[in-house]
């Protein structure tokens, strides 16, 4: 699973459990094994806020993007976050900025 983050101002928080290809996102289960190889599934589809673009399933992996919320001035690793390359099951090491109060 390869999870790329795109960074947006917001006052959310994200929380994202992984288990297999189950992500659990703010509490909402989202099992996306069903996809086949090579077949693309627009966010829209899933019905979670948190994902944008397409999911995809490419040599067996699975493409996904997900928001990253941020506050008014983000650091360099959550302004340009790194994609998660196969990330282990469990809480996602997601980067995070505390927000400004």
Do not use: Y
């Amino acid at each position: 699973m390869q999870i790329s983050l795109c960074p947006v101002r917001c006052d959310e928080t994200l929380s994202v459990i992984k288990s297999g290809e189950v992500l659990v996102i703010n509490g909402d289960r989202i099992d996306l094994s069903a996809l086949p190889e090579g077949a693309s599934l627009p966010a829209f589809a899933i019905g979670n806020s948190w994902m944008v673009g397409n999911v995809q399933r490419v040599d067996g992996a699975l493409h996904l993007t997900l928001l990253l919320p941020h506050g008014s001035n983000p650091s360099e690793a959550t302004a340009f976050p790194a994609p998660l390359d196969n990330p282990p099951d469990g809480e996602l090491k997601l980067p995070q900025d505390m927000m400004e109060a």
